[in-house]
């Protein structure tokens, strides 16, 4: 607490008359508010008496299961986890080395794959095929569970890019046109072939469902996305981010401190293809158990922000951007656009992890007139996957180790 603020505050109040006592105090309320304000300095300016805190008065929740899905803005989500884990000494799960960065994706997810000098863990995050048996034997009782999902279109005009190289489905499409592969997807498309979830309801797959049933069995989208609803306590939504970290925000009991993040993994403009028309309703119904998903998570999503109380929402979305941009000038100055293609990136730890070279992933570079303190904790908000579940596991082991010689 400020005190010497409270104590200033407190003995000129009394030298004052009645008559100015009231002003002075609020002025001190305000004071001694501001001066409590950590790094981000939320503002209690335009907030509703009726809207929540900003601050969490319960103790955070720290036991998580995020399940990261494909081309969602998951990496952005990864990193916030990362964070967090960080800052509260928690236990990441990380793959073993054998596993690459990901849980041996496209396997079901096996406690197998878990790297055992991270265990037991509080979170867990890395790409994996969900399964539920597996992830509760492994976590703690009380384990939230999270996932995101996005407009199927969108999503999988950005897999098709993302993945042409990897998915020998998409490699058979004359010139790589997606309008090809849409008009006749089963002529390239092979269920049983490595890496085929990239071309068909992706996120069913990286739920752990079934991406192959068809598109007239609405029965099984209809039990699958209740059974997905059963287990996620929340099931974000890209195209809504930020409100659905406001969500997120409240269900752990977080402060809007923990959700600030930087957009990572993010495309650079000239390798995104706009969609024709009439393509977007032709992947829906190619991709027809992801589309209902999303439109079933979509409506609870919006359940949930208008129980929490929409201008309340759209006051705290507010107030993230305003981070955001304190945040953006402190590690970058002013020099803006400060996304730049991987090539260009001269800090290697900084470099995104790229699937071909027909794809350019924008990343971040940091200035090099900033000091080494704000360079470390800039770092951590721009720092890819890859390297930072490196960087995890190597604090971990280390941790590991001093504690075992203890
Ligand atoms: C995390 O651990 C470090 C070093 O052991 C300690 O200084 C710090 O206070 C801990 N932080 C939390 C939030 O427990
Ligand atoms: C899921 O995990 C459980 C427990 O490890 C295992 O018995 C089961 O076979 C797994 N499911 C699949 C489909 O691999
Ligand atoms: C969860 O685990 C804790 C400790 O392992 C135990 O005390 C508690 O009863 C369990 N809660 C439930 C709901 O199973
Ligand atoms: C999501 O749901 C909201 C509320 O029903 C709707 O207004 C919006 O258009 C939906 N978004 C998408 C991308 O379908
Ligand atoms: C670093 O230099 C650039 C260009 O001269 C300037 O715009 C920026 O504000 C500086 N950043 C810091 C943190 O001083």
Same mark, same amino acid.
């Given at each position: 607490m400020p005190s010497r603020v409270k104590m200033r505050c407190l003995t000129s109040a009394k030298r004052f008359r009645r008559k100015i006592f009231p002003v002075l105090l609020v002025f001190c309320a305000a004071s001694v508010l501001l001066h409590s304000q950590n790094y981000f300095s939320w503002t209690m300016e335009a907030f509703h008496l009726r809207c929540p805190t900003l601050h969490s008065l319960k103790p955070k929740h720290t036991n998580i299961v995020f399940l990261k899905t494909h081309k969602t803005a998951s990496s952005t989500m990864q990193n916030i986890l990362f964070r967090f884990a960080?800052?509260?000494?928690?236990?990441?799960?990380?793959?073993?080395?054998?596993?690459?960065?990901?849980?041996?994706?496209?396997?079901?997810?096996?406690?197998?794959?878990?790297?055992?000098?991270t265990?037991?863990?509080?979170?867990?995050?890395?790409?994996?095929r969900f399964n539920k048996t597996a992830l509760q034997r492994l976590m703690p009782n009380d384990t939230i569970y999270i996932t995101i999902l996005r407009e199927p279109a969108s999503m999988f005009e950005s897999l098709f890019t993302y993945f042409t190289v990897y998915s020998e489905a998409f490699k058979r499409v004359p010139k790589?046109?997606?309008?090809?592969?849409?008009?006749?997807?089963?002529?390239?498309?092979?269920?049983?072939?490595?890496?085929?979830?990239?071309?068909?309801n992706t996120l069913t797959f990286d739920l752990g469902g079934n991406k192959d049933r068809p598109a007239t069995d609405v029965?099984?989208?209809?039990?699958? #996305?209740?059974?997905?609803?059963? /287990?996620?306590?929340? %099931?974000?939504?890209?195209?809504?981010?930020? $409100?659905? &970290?406001v969500l997120l925000r409240h269900l752990l009991s977080w402060d809007l401190d923990d959700i600030v993040y930087l957009k990572l993994n993010v495309r650079t403009e000239s390798s995104k293809k706009s969609l024709?028309?009439?393509?977007p309703g032709k992947i829906r119904a190619w991709n027809s158990i992801d589309a209902y998903l999303y439109?079933?998570?979509?409506?609870?999503?919006?359940?949930?922000?208008? #129980?929490?109380?929409?201008?309340? /929402?759209?006051?705290? %979305?507010?107030?993230?951007?305003?981070?955001? $941009?304190? &945040?953006?000038k402190r590690c970058f100055g002013k020099q803006i656009p400060l996304s730049r293609s991987a090539s260009e990136i001269k800090n290697k730890d900084l470099r995104p992890w790229l699937p071909s070279n027909m794809v350019q992933i924008a990343g971040y570079?940091?200035?090099t007139n900033i000091t080494n303190e704000v360079k470390e904790f800039c770092l951590k908000y721009i720092m890819p996957e890859v390297q930072y579940t490196q960087k995890l596991l190597q604090s971990q082991l280390v941790k590991r180790h001093q504690s075992s010689q203890i």
């Open positions: 960080e800052r509260n000494n928690l236990t990441l799960a990380l793959p073993k080395p054998s596993c690459g960065y990901l849980f041996c994706y496209p396997q079901f997810f096996s406690s197998h794959f878990v790297h055992p000098d265990l037991p863990p509080n979170m867990i995050s890395s790409h994996m790589g046109s997606l309008e090809a592969f849409i008009a006749d997807p089963l002529r390239y498309y092979r269920p049983n072939e490595g890496n085929s979830m990239f071309a068909h029965t099984y989208a209809q039990t699958f #996305a209740a059974e997905v609803e059963k /287990v996620f306590s929340l %099931v974000m939504i890209s195209e809504y981010f930020d $409100e659905s &970290l024709s028309p009439g393509l439109d079933y998570f979509n409506a609870s999503l919006w359940v949930k922000l208008s #129980a929490l109380g929409l201008d309340c /929402v759209a006051k705290e %979305v507010y107030l993230l951007r305003q981070a955001q $941009e304190r &945040l953006t570079d940091l200035p």
